[in-house]
Protein backbone atom coordinates (compact mmCIF):
# COMPACT_ATOMS: atom_id res chain seq x y z
CA UNK A 1 0.00 0.00 0.00
CA UNK A 2 1.10 3.57 -0.43
CA UNK A 3 2.23 5.57 2.18
CA UNK A 4 0.93 8.61 1.26
CA UNK A 5 -2.89 8.20 -0.50
CA UNK A 6 -4.63 11.27 -1.72
CA UNK A 7 -8.66 10.84 -2.52
CA UNK A 8 -9.70 11.89 -4.62
CA UNK A 9 -7.42 11.47 -7.87
CA UNK A 10 -9.72 12.90 -10.23
CA UNK A 11 -12.52 15.41 -9.58
CA UNK A 12 -14.15 18.05 -11.99
CA UNK A 13 -16.65 20.37 -10.68
CA UNK A 14 -18.05 23.70 -11.52
CA UNK A 15 -17.45 27.41 -10.07
CA UNK A 16 -19.18 27.89 -6.66
CA UNK A 17 -18.86 24.56 -5.41
CA UNK A 18 -17.19 23.50 -2.04
CA UNK A 19 -14.84 20.73 -2.65
CA UNK A 20 -12.40 18.47 -0.11
CA UNK A 21 -9.22 16.97 -1.16
CA UNK A 22 -8.33 14.63 1.39
CA UNK A 23 -4.94 13.07 2.28
CA UNK A 24 -3.30 10.35 4.61
CA UNK A 25 -0.26 9.17 4.95
CA UNK A 26 0.60 5.77 6.99
CA UNK A 27 4.14 7.31 7.66
CA UNK A 28 4.20 8.08 10.96
CA UNK A 29 5.24 11.48 10.08
CA UNK A 30 4.49 15.22 11.83
CA UNK A 31 4.45 17.43 9.10
CA UNK A 32 2.50 17.51 5.82
CA UNK A 33 2.16 19.74 2.99
CA UNK A 34 -0.60 20.59 0.73
CA UNK A 35 1.10 22.17 -2.73
CA UNK A 36 -0.25 23.11 -6.24
CA UNK A 37 1.19 22.39 -9.18
CA UNK A 38 1.08 24.41 -12.81
CA UNK A 39 2.50 23.70 -15.83
CA UNK A 40 5.51 26.65 -16.20
CA UNK A 41 5.31 27.53 -12.18
CA UNK A 42 6.45 24.62 -10.14
CA UNK A 43 5.19 23.23 -6.93
CA UNK A 44 4.07 26.17 -4.75
CA UNK A 45 3.02 25.75 -1.34
CA UNK A 46 -0.61 26.24 -0.12
CA UNK A 47 -0.37 25.09 2.82
CA UNK A 48 1.63 23.30 6.29
CA UNK A 49 1.02 21.98 9.22
CA UNK A 50 3.83 20.78 12.01
CA UNK A 51 1.44 18.79 13.89
CA UNK A 52 -2.33 18.48 14.67
CA UNK A 53 -2.45 22.05 16.48
CA UNK A 54 -0.06 23.68 13.79
CA UNK A 55 -1.62 25.09 10.73
CA UNK A 56 0.51 27.46 8.59
CA UNK A 57 -0.38 29.45 5.67
CA UNK A 58 2.07 28.84 2.34
CA UNK A 59 2.65 31.10 -0.30
CA UNK A 60 -0.57 30.77 -1.64
CA UNK A 61 -3.20 30.36 0.42
CA UNK A 62 -5.84 32.55 -0.26
CA UNK A 63 -8.97 30.55 -1.52
CA UNK A 64 -8.01 27.42 0.20
CA UNK A 65 -8.57 25.95 3.89
CA UNK A 66 -7.15 23.01 5.59
CA UNK A 67 -8.30 20.89 8.15
CA UNK A 68 -5.56 18.42 10.47
CA UNK A 69 -7.65 16.40 11.48
CA UNK A 70 -5.06 13.50 13.11
CA UNK A 71 -1.46 13.22 12.80
CA UNK A 72 -2.11 10.47 9.74
CA UNK A 73 -4.96 13.23 7.97
CA UNK A 74 -4.56 16.62 6.40
CA UNK A 75 -7.39 17.90 4.44
CA UNK A 76 -7.74 20.77 1.86
CA UNK A 77 -10.78 22.44 1.14
CA UNK A 78 -11.82 24.81 -1.66
CA UNK A 79 -14.74 26.86 -0.38
CA UNK A 80 -15.99 28.10 -3.48
CA UNK A 81 -13.94 26.86 -6.33
CA UNK A 82 -13.25 29.21 -9.32
CA UNK A 83 -11.45 27.99 -12.51
CA UNK A 84 -8.14 29.35 -12.28
CA UNK A 85 -7.87 26.77 -9.09
CA UNK A 86 -7.73 24.08 -11.94
CA UNK A 87 -4.16 22.30 -11.32
CA UNK A 88 -2.49 19.11 -10.16
CA UNK A 89 -2.47 19.16 -6.18
CA UNK A 90 -0.14 16.83 -3.90
CA UNK A 91 0.01 16.40 -0.54
CA UNK A 92 3.26 16.05 1.27
CA UNK A 93 4.30 14.37 4.39
CA UNK A 94 8.38 14.99 6.05
CA UNK A 95 10.00 14.19 9.01
CA UNK A 96 13.71 15.23 9.59
CA UNK A 97 14.19 12.47 12.15
CA UNK A 98 15.19 9.91 9.32
CA UNK A 99 17.25 10.45 6.20
CA UNK A 100 20.59 11.94 8.15
CA UNK A 101 18.44 14.35 10.01
CA UNK A 102 17.31 16.13 6.84
CA UNK A 103 14.03 16.61 6.65
CA UNK A 104 12.88 15.03 3.35
CA UNK A 105 9.55 15.29 1.65
CA UNK A 106 7.86 12.26 0.54
CA UNK A 107 4.51 13.06 -1.87
CA UNK A 108 1.26 11.46 -2.62
CA UNK A 109 0.37 10.53 -5.87
CA UNK A 110 -1.90 13.99 -6.81
CA UNK A 111 -4.92 14.80 -7.72
CA UNK A 112 -5.87 16.53 -10.85
CA UNK A 113 -8.78 19.22 -10.35
CA UNK A 114 -10.74 20.92 -13.03
CA UNK A 115 -12.88 24.03 -12.39
CA UNK A 116 -15.30 24.79 -15.22
CA UNK B 1 15.32 36.86 -9.57
CA UNK B 2 13.59 33.80 -8.88
CA UNK B 3 14.57 31.59 -5.96
CA UNK B 4 15.06 28.17 -7.74
CA UNK B 5 15.82 28.65 -11.29
CA UNK B 6 16.24 25.84 -13.81
CA UNK B 7 16.74 25.63 -17.55
CA UNK B 8 13.79 23.64 -18.80
CA UNK B 9 14.95 22.04 -21.61
CA UNK B 10 13.99 20.16 -22.93
CA UNK B 11 17.39 17.89 -22.91
CA UNK B 12 17.36 15.19 -25.69
CA UNK B 13 20.64 13.00 -25.54
CA UNK B 14 21.21 9.58 -27.04
CA UNK B 15 21.35 6.43 -24.38
CA UNK B 16 24.45 6.09 -22.94
CA UNK B 17 24.82 9.40 -22.98
CA UNK B 18 26.39 11.83 -20.42
CA UNK B 19 24.05 14.96 -19.10
CA UNK B 20 24.10 17.60 -16.67
CA UNK B 21 21.54 20.20 -15.42
CA UNK B 22 22.08 23.10 -13.20
CA UNK B 23 20.10 24.73 -10.68
CA UNK B 24 20.62 27.82 -9.37
CA UNK B 25 19.42 29.34 -6.07
CA UNK B 26 19.10 33.08 -4.93
CA UNK B 27 19.40 32.66 -0.77
CA UNK B 28 22.89 32.34 0.17
CA UNK B 29 21.52 30.79 3.70
CA UNK B 30 19.88 27.88 2.13
CA UNK B 31 20.66 24.86 3.89
CA UNK B 32 19.42 21.38 2.13
CA UNK B 33 19.10 20.58 -1.40
CA UNK B 34 17.14 17.95 -3.44
CA UNK B 35 16.95 17.03 -6.79
CA UNK B 36 13.54 15.37 -7.01
CA UNK B 37 12.30 12.89 -10.65
CA UNK B 38 8.55 13.63 -11.99
CA UNK B 39 7.17 11.79 -14.48
CA UNK B 40 4.85 12.67 -16.56
CA UNK B 41 1.45 13.39 -14.37
CA UNK B 42 2.93 11.61 -11.72
CA UNK B 43 4.09 12.55 -8.22
CA UNK B 44 7.03 14.32 -7.53
CA UNK B 45 10.22 10.75 -6.01
CA UNK B 46 12.87 12.05 -3.92
CA UNK B 47 16.01 11.46 -6.45
CA UNK B 48 18.76 12.10 -3.88
CA UNK B 49 19.97 14.73 -1.57
CA UNK B 50 22.75 17.17 -2.74
CA UNK B 51 25.70 17.09 0.41
CA UNK B 52 28.59 19.19 0.68
CA UNK B 53 30.91 17.13 -0.31
CA UNK B 54 28.63 16.05 -3.28
CA UNK B 55 27.29 12.82 -3.33
CA UNK B 56 27.20 9.44 -5.86
CA UNK B 57 24.48 7.10 -6.37
CA UNK B 58 25.19 4.57 -8.76
CA UNK B 59 24.92 6.75 -12.08
CA UNK B 60 23.50 9.61 -10.34
CA UNK B 61 25.90 11.95 -8.83
CA UNK B 62 24.89 15.54 -7.42
CA UNK B 63 27.40 18.53 -6.22
CA UNK B 64 26.69 21.63 -4.66
CA UNK B 65 28.90 25.15 -4.83
CA UNK B 66 28.11 27.52 -2.31
CA UNK B 67 30.08 30.27 -3.59
CA UNK B 68 28.37 30.54 -6.84
CA UNK B 69 25.03 29.39 -5.60
CA UNK B 70 24.41 26.46 -7.28
CA UNK B 71 23.60 22.58 -7.39
CA UNK B 72 24.51 20.14 -10.50
CA UNK B 73 23.05 16.51 -11.26
CA UNK B 74 24.90 14.34 -13.46
CA UNK B 75 23.52 11.45 -15.15
CA UNK B 76 25.79 8.85 -16.88
CA UNK B 77 24.64 6.23 -19.10
CA UNK B 78 21.91 7.72 -19.65
CA UNK B 79 18.64 5.21 -19.93
CA UNK B 80 15.32 5.56 -21.56
CA UNK B 81 14.09 5.26 -18.16
CA UNK B 82 15.47 8.10 -17.23
CA UNK B 83 12.98 10.24 -19.39
CA UNK B 84 11.89 12.78 -16.54
CA UNK B 85 11.65 15.99 -15.04
CA UNK B 86 14.04 17.04 -12.75
CA UNK B 87 12.89 18.98 -10.10
CA UNK B 88 15.75 21.28 -7.91
CA UNK B 89 14.54 22.27 -4.14
CA UNK B 90 15.85 23.76 -1.69
CA UNK B 91 15.20 24.38 1.73
CA UNK B 92 16.01 28.05 2.47
CA UNK B 93 15.85 27.72 5.76
CA UNK B 94 18.22 27.44 8.64
CA UNK B 95 15.96 26.52 12.01
CA UNK B 96 12.12 26.58 12.43
CA UNK B 97 10.09 26.59 9.62
CA UNK B 98 10.45 24.01 7.15
CA UNK B 99 9.55 24.96 3.49
CA UNK B 100 11.06 24.22 0.48
CA UNK B 101 11.31 25.87 -2.71
CA UNK B 102 10.64 24.08 -5.85
CA UNK B 103 12.32 24.66 -9.47
CA UNK B 104 10.17 24.52 -12.41
CA UNK B 105 11.64 21.29 -13.81
CA UNK B 106 14.31 20.34 -16.47
CA UNK B 107 12.99 18.07 -18.58
CA UNK B 108 14.81 15.11 -20.02
CA UNK B 109 14.12 12.89 -23.40
CA UNK B 110 17.02 9.71 -23.62
CA UNK B 111 16.49 8.83 -27.51
CA UNK B 112 17.15 4.99 -28.23
Known amino acids: DADVTQTPRNRITKTGKRIMLECSQT?????MYWYRQDPGLGLRLIYY???????NKGEISDGYSVSRQAQAKFSLSLESAIPNQTALYFC???????????????FGPGTRLTVL | RKEVEQDPGPFNVPEGATVAFNCTYSNSASQSFFWYRQDCRKEPKLLMS???SGNEDGRFTAQLNRASQYISLLIRDSKLSDSATYLCVVNPSTSGTYKYIFGTGTRLKVLA
Open chain 2, 50 to 52: VYS
Open chain 1, 92 to 106: ATSDRRGSGGVDTQY
Open chain 1, 27 to 31: KGHDR
Open chain 1, 49 to 55: SFDVKDI
